[in-house]
């Protein structure tokens, strides 16, 4: 124990003390906030061209159809004659000209509405002229064989389906995007993390390999602690570093908005608008799904196959360390790792919000490589205790399996040097 | 004396590759013990199951007269041969953090770091990283590391490889005094000729399997053939060579000489002494040379393994 915490130490200052560490740490808050401040600016940018939009209207019937807003000014060009209308429209640089035929209400052939422009206008703003001129022509059609517009509108019933379980609590459906999210984010953090430290273990291991300095430490302490002792130092780096992250990021985001005077909220329109559209009622819902959410239960689990999963996943980092010599050796024996994880979110992501107790989220979330990302993406949508119970007793039997292969992997293969290891080989190595 | 380590028909595969085969030695208390061989003898291997690095399939390792257990690597000091240490810790803290890892407070590690640094003239290098140093100033720092502890076995893996004479001299100084301190000392090494200066027991490992092992002094003992090393000085060779060889077993030589002498290696009888054969020589010539042959390790170990092949 004496020495696990000396090994945990010193793994702890090594990872800490590192340049590279340190400069990443500090210098990926100023990259991300860099990013963020650069995709705001470019976006202004893209927007702030206000466009002129032709109309050349034979049918006379659009002319209230189409109002100016902020970035799109109509240009009503019907009084010239077509020919000049066009080459108007061409010298002045209109993003556009609409060409509506004078029949277009009997013709019934909406292809022969037209839109010219110098090059391919683009997808929203098609589908918003679209939408315009199908809205008025259908409207137009309905009142010519006699339907009266007022009681049409009044006719529509809007269904919001009052979602209840069996015990009577209400649910909705934005619980189940609040769910979804604390789920993704929870999993996705989990990949993160993995790749990133246990990458960093995997590395600290051949390093000790590279300086023949793990002969010396392998004659005083058990190859099982060194191996405990790098991952948990590695870990306790990773988590300063991500909460330097954190709270870099945070102060950086808040003192960068108010200099620069970019207003942070506004990034997020499309998410600003569905709140904005959100009445008040669905608002108060949304706090009390937040509310309702089984907190405790979720932060339990959370730490639990966060750290299980993290172990597991580096025990399997610090063996393939053990196994090569340098890290281009590595890469035949990353698809272990890469591969459950990409598959437990790609199961997080598809199936668990499609269906998140049917039959491939549980196997999932019992699996011990998955288990981890899948079973914490389902905890918000409620899953029994005794499926918990037996998925993590699997996720903990099988660390403590792979730990143990680890360290034998570890015992032979940091003594050997040279020798690019086959998986063959490995299954030998085990039989020492 | 009291043997301090023994291992006991030690036998080690690694897969279908025998590395030892039921070998046994035994290190008196106070002795500098000899592992010799050649490259892939088994050497290392034997080395790395009394670090409990490797463990044998069977035989076993008393220290002490108890079973070898995880508590005895606090009274084991080992450089390997494949030598390292962490390029981009520095010196002083990576010195305390091994020596703490054999169990010294961190008081105590510093002490005598201190005490080592100053003895081998090292402590301006406390605040240096590894990267900074050269093979050889590394080579010194893990020498220390190796005794800091002081462990009652020292073991060393081709001590000497690596450092050039000047340092070399000072670690072989430095064992020799360890020794006289009461410690107990394995080395394994190729060089045979080290051997012959610092070992007072040894083995020879060729191939998996133990040849030969026993006091040096006894083994030489063992393995001369009475022969004795002659420079002659005389007007007529051929006749006296002549007349010696109907007489001995006699074989032409070379040697160093600053006389025009006849040179010649003379074996005699094992029960004969070596006055009669000094005796017979004066009465035929001036002997400026009278020299018994020793057999050095290197033809001991030579002469071994032929005769086990």
Redesign the interface.
Known sequence: MHNLKLIIKREYLARVRNKTFVVMTFLSPLILVGMIMLITYLTTLNNSGEKTVGIYDESGIFATSFKNTEEINYTDLSALPFEIAQEKAQKENFYGLLYVPKDVVTSMDAGEIKFFSKETPGFTFLENIERKISEKLTNIKLANSGVDLNQLESAETNVNLDLQNYSGVHTSRISSYVKMFFGGAAGYLLMMFIIIYGNMVMRSVIEEKTNRIVEIIISSVKPIHLMWGKILGTSFAGITQFIIWLILGGVLLLVVSSVVGIDVSAMETPQKQAMEQMSQNEMQQLIFDIASLPILKLILFFLIYFIGGYFLYSAIYAAIGAAVDNETDTQQFMLPIILPLMLGIYVGFFSVIENPHGSISTIFSMIPLTSPIVMLMRIPFGVPWWELLISVIILVTTIWGVAWIASKIYRIGILMYGKKPSYKELYKWLKY | MPNLLVAEKITKS??GFKALNDVSISIPEGSVFGLLGPNGAGKTTLI?II????FPDHGKIFLDDEPLQ?KH?KQ?G?L?E????????KVGEQVL??A????LSKEEAKERIKYWFDRLEIASWYDKKIAELSKGMAQKV?FV?TVLHKPKLLIFDEPFSGFDPVNAEIIKDEILQLKKDGATILFSTHRMESVEELCDYMALIHKSNKLLDGKVSEIKRAYKSNTYEVGLETTDSKALKLTLQQKFNVRETNFNSINKDLKLRIQIDPDGSPNDLLQFLLGHAQVNHFVEVIPSVNDIFIQTVKANA
């Open positions: 690694f897969g790395r670090n409990q690095i490797a995880q690597i084991i080992y390997p494949e030598r390292g240490l962490y390029k981009n810790m953090y091994l703490q890892l054999k169990g893990q590391v």
